[in-house]
Structure formats: C-alpha cells, structure tokens
Nanobody
Framework: QLQLVESGGGLVQPGGSLRLSCAAS????????IGWFRQAPGKERERVSC???????????NYADSVKGRFTISRDNAKNTVYLQMNSLKPEDTAVYSC????????????WGQGTQVTVSS
C-alpha cells in the first residue's frame, strides 16, 4: 500500500507559524520528489513548494513566489517524512494543503494525501 498522510494544520493568527508534516507508508519518500500544494475555495490548486529526490537533483528545493522567504520544505529520511515550515503566515495562505509524490518536481505527481486545513485569521 502507498499512502501519504498530512498533519499539522489548524488555526493560526496572521504572522504566526505552523509546521505541516507529510508522512509516507509503503514507499520511501527519499526516492521521490515531494510537492506541497494548496487550494482555497474557488481557486485553482497551487504548488507552493517542491523538494527533489537525492538521485535527481540532490534534494534541491523550489518555492512559489508567494511563499518564498516564508516557507521552508525539508525531509527527515529517518522518519520518512517531509515537512513544510510556514512562517509569517498571511490570511491569503488560508487553504487546504496537500502533499504529493512524483518522479521529478518538473513533472506530474502520482500519489496524493488527503489534505489538511490551514486557516490564518485574527
């Protein structure tokens, strides 16, 4: 079985921080590119960040301009988990956040988690 499970979402004030987790079972995350995506009601899904596999691009990272400098993606291979550290959160960051696994950040993704809600509001 291949499964991705997100956790760590919740309600946070503007300027606050959250750390999202993407835990894998049935496969090794280090072999895949892992992307974080978000989708707000009435808007298209947006890729916010991606981390490459070690075999493809040495674990290089990418960020959407809207989150650059505020979000950080990282991998803990011992826990088979990828994280998204979100700092200086804005109301515009409110969305359902999902993680996904694929061969390359440049290409499509094959496995998806169910998503976790992030709400930024005062």
């Amino acid at each position: 079985q291949l499964q991705l499970v997100e956790s760590g979402g919740g309600l946070v004030q503007p300027g606050g921080s959250l750390r999202l987790s993407c835990a894998a079972s049935g496969f090794t995350l280090d072999y895949y590119a892992i992307g974080w995506f978000r989708q707000a009601p009435g808007k298209e899904r947006e890729r916010v960040s991606c981390i490459s596999s070690s075999s493809s691009s040495g674990g290089s990272t990418n960020y959407a301009d809207s989150v650059k400098g505020r979000f950080t993606i990282s991998r803990d291979n011992a826990k088979n988990t990828v994280y998204l550290q979100m700092n200086s959160l804005k109301p515009e960051d409110t969305a359902v956040y999902s993680c996904a696994a694929g061969g390359l950040c440049l290409l499509g993704f094959d496995y998806w988690g169910q998503g976790t809600q992030v709400t930024v509001s005062s």
